[in-house]
């Protein structure tokens, strides 16, 4: 009987060890898929604060008048 018990033993560590392996594979592709994903969101940020330096270095055209350059900036704001 101690035999057998043994065996079961083993046999259920063996399947957990098989389901643990499945849980770690999704981890890390979890984790692969995130990284990617923050990658693609510095790429992102990094235009963005490029558009808004450029956007911030553009001087106003001066043939607007000052009621003008107004407006524009409050709908900027």
């Known amino acids: 009987a101690d035999m ?3 065996n079961q033993i083993i046999k259920d560590l063996a399947l957990l060890v ?3 392996g499945d849980n ?19 790429e992102q ?3 963005a604060n490029q558009h808004q330096l450029v956007l911030m270095s553009a001087p106003l055209d001066r043939a607007y008048s000052a009621e003008s350059q ?3 900036a ?4």
């Open 45 to 47: 940020l990094a235009k």
């Open 18 to 20: 098989h389901e643990q």
């Open 74 to 77: 409050c709908i900027l704001a």
């Open 70 to 72: 107004n407006k524009a």
């Open 24 to 42: 770690i594979d999704s981890i890390e592709a979890n984790i692969e898929r995130a990284a990617s994903n923050v990658d693609a969101a510095n």
């Open 4 to 6: 057998l018990d043994v």
